[in-house]
């Protein structure tokens, strides 16, 4: 077993408050520490364990169930029970971590095969692929999206490991409803998340067409905060749980990307050239001249977004660019920009600028018409 595989556990709980010092350092010496020893042994689980998995399957089995948690139960406050990963020491209480020192833990493979993935977006577009890829390989699905579509209720149909709940992402109350429904379907939070659902500048939400009575942007809400508050989410539940679990989302995901040892929560993006999905309704495929044949598949970026969340090579913090000419891990500095159709950097005839900016041109004339002079 190398190091790189390895996931420092810590597992911390008060005193029994019935207990005296001498009492819980006599019962531990005596009783449980060899008790638990033994018992963690058998799972190869003594100072590091090799999936957080494990750890996890060490605390369902029956001989813990009957013989350990009684005896954990007489020794320790189970109510102050707190568990971190990747930490070297640290200090808690009260349930609450205090201080820490985080110790160097390498990035792990975290297949999806009978893992909950909570997919926003998922009935359309790169989602509902990510949706199908997923069931593939035998991961318990929720999508959330405002509605389904006829592809997706024909996929999902007579598929227990699929739910659907209709949610609407700009409302954060229906963050609640998807971790709800998650509960009551396994009772637990989700392992994982594909966050895929976007605006592509509907007229509801346009900088060009942008209606004076309107608090905001809506595809400021769907595009940016979305994804911002669900990932502190993600954070927060798995973290409750205990488990492991544009260019401002860029900068956001580079900013979390030493998080993972602290919250056991890995935050990566995809980062595609353009992809052919139905939010290219006629208007947007004749401004930017988009074809099937010049962009990606949603089925070859779901592809992707499953090996950003499982493959270890792909640490917190990664940003995977996908093109028509392959994929890489963008680079901290010195970014080279993407090549290849579909990227905006091929070249631009005159008839395919005149398309791309024809909502501002007419955005202008009209400000232009209505000035007061």
Same mark, same amino acid.
């Given at each position: 077993m190398s190091a790189?595989?390895?996931?420092?556990?810590?597992?911390?709980? $008060?005193?029994?408050?019935?207990?005296?010092?001498?009492?819980?350092?006599?019962?531990?010496? %005596?009783?449980?520490?060899?008790?638990?020893?033994?018992?963690?042994?058998?799972?190869? *689980?003594?100072?590091?364990?090799?999936?957080?998995?494990?750890?996890?399957?060490?605390?369902?089995?029956?001989?813990?169930?009957?013989?350990?948690?009684?005896?954990?139960?007489?020794?320790?406050?189970?109510?102050?029970?707190?568990?971190?990963?990747?930490?070297?020491?640290?200090?808690?209480?009260?349930?609450?971590?205090?201080?820490?020192?985080?110790?160097?833990?390498?990035?792990?493979?975290?297949?999806?095969?009978?893992?909950?993935?909570?997919?926003?977006?998922?009935?359309?577009?790169?989602?509902?692929?990510?949706?199908?890829?997923?069931?593939?390989?035998?991961? !318990?699905?929720?999508v959330a999206d405002?509605?389904?579509?006829?592809?997706?209720?024909?996929?999902?149909?007579?598929?227990? %490991?699929?739910?659907?709940?209709?949610?609407?992402?700009?409302?954060?109350?229906?963050?609640?409803?998807?971790?709800?429904?998650?509960?009551?379907?396994?009772?637990?939070?989700?392992?994982?998340?594909?966050? *895929?659902?976007?605006?592509?500048?509907?007229?509801?939400?346009?900088?060009?067409?942008?209606?004076?009575?309107?608090?905001?942007?809506?595809?400021?809400?769907?595009?940016?905060?979305?994804?911002?508050?669900?990932?502190?989410?993600?954070?927060?539940?798995?973290?409750?749980?205990? !488990?492991?679990?544009?260019?401002?989302?860029?900068?956001?995901?580079?900013?979390?990307?030493?998080?993972?040892?602290?919250?056991?929560?890995?935050?990566?993006?995809?980062?595609?050239?353009?992809?052919?999905?139905?939010?290219?309704?006629?208007?947007?495929?004749?401004?930017?001249?988009?074809?099937?044949?010049?962009?990606?598949?949603?089925?070859?970026?779901?592809?992707?977004?499953?090996?950003?969340?499982?493959?270890?090579?792909?640490?917190?913090?990664?940003?995977l660019e996908v093109?028509?000419?392959?994929?890489?891990?963008?680079?901290?500095?010195?970014?080279?920009?993407?090549?290849?159709?579909?990227?905006?950097?091929?070249?631009?005839?005159?008839?395919?600028?005149?398309?791309?900016?024809?909502?501002?041109?007419?955005? *202008?004339?009209?400000? $232009?018409?209505?000035?007061?002079?």
């Amino acid at each position: 077993m190398s190091a790189d595989q390895l996931v420092r556990v810590t597992v911390c709980a $008060k005193r029994n408050p019935k207990l005296t010092e001498d009492e819980f350092n006599e019962h531990w010496a %005596n009783k449980h520490g060899p008790l638990i020893s033994g018992w963690l042994k058998t799972y190869g *689980c003594v100072k590091y364990v090799q999936s957080y998995e494990d750890f996890e399957r060490a605390y369902e089995d029956e001989y813990y169930l009957n013989i350990v948690k009684k005896d954990e139960e007489f020794l320790f406050d189970m109510l102050s029970l707190a568990i971190t990963t990747g930490v070297e020491r640290a200090v808690i209480e009260d349930g609450k971590t205090k201080s820490y020192i985080v110790c160097n833990m390498g990035s792990i493979d975290q297949p999806l095969n009978g893992k909950i993935l909570l997919i926003t977006g998922g009935a359309s577009g790169i989602g509902l692929s990510l949706t199908k890829q997923a069931h593939e390989i035998g991961a !318990k699905i929720l999508v959330a999206d405002l509605k389904t579509t006829s592809d997706f209720d024909t996929f999902a149909a007579g598929k227990d %490991n699929i739910v659907y709940v209709q949610s609407d992402v700009t409302k954060w109350a229906d963050f609640d409803r998807m971790f709800a429904a998650c509960e009551k379907k396994w009772n637990d939070v989700p392992d994982a998340y594909g966050i *895929c659902a976007g605006l592509f500048d509907p007229p509801f939400s346009n900088f060009w067409q942008d209606p004076e009575q309107d608090k905001g942007y809506m595809q400021v809400d769907v595009n940016v905060n979305h994804p911002v508050k669900l990932t502190r989410l993600a954070m927060r539940k798995s973290l409750s749980r205990g !488990k492991r679990a544009s260019h401002a989302i860029v900068g956001f995901v580079k900013s979390l990307a030493t998080t993972e040892s602290l919250t056991g929560v890995k935050i990566t993006s995809l980062c595609p050239a353009g992809v052919f999905t139905p939010l290219f309704d006629a208007a947007k495929i004749k401004q930017f001249s988009a074809s099937a044949d010049r962009y990606l598949t949603a089925d070859t970026c779901a592809k992707h977004l499953l090996d950003l969340l499982q493959k270890k090579e792909y640490p917190c913090g990664t940003q995977l660019e996908v093109t028509m000419n392959g994929s890489r891990v963008i680079p901290e500095w010195n970014v080279s920009p993407p090549e290849g159709s579909g990227t905006g950097q091929e070249a631009m005839s005159e008839e395919f600028l005149s398309n791309l900016m024809g909502p501002a041109r007419e955005a *202008c004339e009209k400000d $232009k018409a209505s000035a007061k002079l």
